[in-house]
């Protein structure tokens, strides 16, 4: 067994924490929300109505004339299965290097003819690539993904007739390694099993009948899997209050254009194979309409309620990959379902805090390798003199519990300048968010 074949499985392994190049999730970084544990459908600011909830541009301050961000900017880290922990054990554990030695070693005493040596040699390789084989098991289908997110919106927030433009771009992609070579390491591990349980009389045609343990690098079967989305939306917002029966609600459209990037790709440990494979194998470019609904309603007594209804368009895109490289792609069975998604939320402010409260009431599907979500967000914020302010919050995932998280942040706000800080995560998950902006 060259040492080549070895390193191109700890390879694939070692690259299974580190494959994601850039993410962005479907929903938005803005980092006050994200400090305050993700709630903003009726506690967002005017600059951030386009990503939450097209209405809040009919019931923001009325100090606020213009609005911008310039820009946000957020990524988010988990690691739902503990991978990076499997990596550690398994680099700790030294398997390659000592399974390296043991081959070379019965290698050697199998050229020697000493029954004794190979017996020895036998035993210890065995144990090696069993060890290596398990410890390479507790590294498949555990996924790590990555999203994070870039944001701009220029606002002018208005009863009559509030307007915003932006531009939003996210990515939610992830590396899963798929081990398929248990067999392979297996046949191997028999083979020196045989031999280390020869007797001392063997002959050298006992040995040639246990088999040679080799191991050619094309056989290898594992590999990394890459699947992401990347989308990019442009559009822009219109909200204005209305006054039926001595009752003011606000209401506003997202009308936007969003363009969608999959791919889905699977990469062999066996690298000689992928040198013809291109981009245009693995990636299907979309290109939809689509649009938000808002409402709003300022009760005038610091309360707020709000609910958007986003994506009102339902569309399925299909992932789709080559079947040879060159080849036109094909769907692979795999979809990236746009539902629309609704969610309602309430906050509640006075000149020094405010709380607020945010409940999915659609079910979000997966978008790369994580699994769907559906979020309740509770957060908070105490506002020192309109200069400061320090957020934290808390956020429920009612489909997986493991996705709960922590968040906190920091924002500044001096003539009309805002800049602000957001960390949320928890033991297996971190995420971070900074913006910067001007209100006036």
Known sequence: MSSKSLKLFTTAALLA?????LAIPFSSFDTR???????????????????FNPALLSVANDKDKFSIILPTIGI???????LLDSIDTFQNGNYVDKLNLSISNLNTAISGGNIATIKTSAASASTDLTNLNTNLITLSDKPITVDGGVA??????????????????SVATGGLFIYKDSTTLTTLATQTSCLANLPLSATPTDVANCGTPNFNT?????????????????????????HPYNQSYAFGITPKIVKATLFDTLINVNSS??????????IAEYSVANFDLGAAKDYNNGWRSGFVLKNIIPYKLDFKRAPT?????????????????????VSHTNNWSTVALDVDLTRNDPSGLENATRYIALGGELNALGWAQLRAGYRIDTENSARNITS????????????DLAVAGNANEIGASFQLGFRY
């Open 76 to 82: 988010r880290v988990a690691d739902p299965d503990k």
């Open 33 to 51: 929300s994200m400090a305050m544990g993700g709630a903003g459908v009726a506690v967002g600011n005017s600059d951030a109505a386009p990503l």
């Open 325 to 345: 490289p060159g080849a036109t792609p094909v769907a692979t069975g795999d979809t990236l379902t746009l539902n629309p998604q609704a969610r309602l939320g």
């Open 17 to 21: 924490s580190s494959s994601i190049a």
């Open 408 to 419: 906190i942040g920091l924002g500044l706000s001096p003539f009309g300048v805002h800049a």
């Open 273 to 282: 194979n992928q040198t013809s494979v291109t981009g245009a194998d693995y």
């Open 152 to 169: 701009t919106v220029v606002g002018i927030p208005s009863k009559k007739l509030g307007v915003a433009f932006f531009a939003n771009g």
């Open 218 to 242: 094309n056989t290898l079967q594992s590999g990394i899997n890459f699947r992401g989305v990347v989308l990019s939306e442009f559009g822009f917002s219109l909200s204005r209050e209305f």
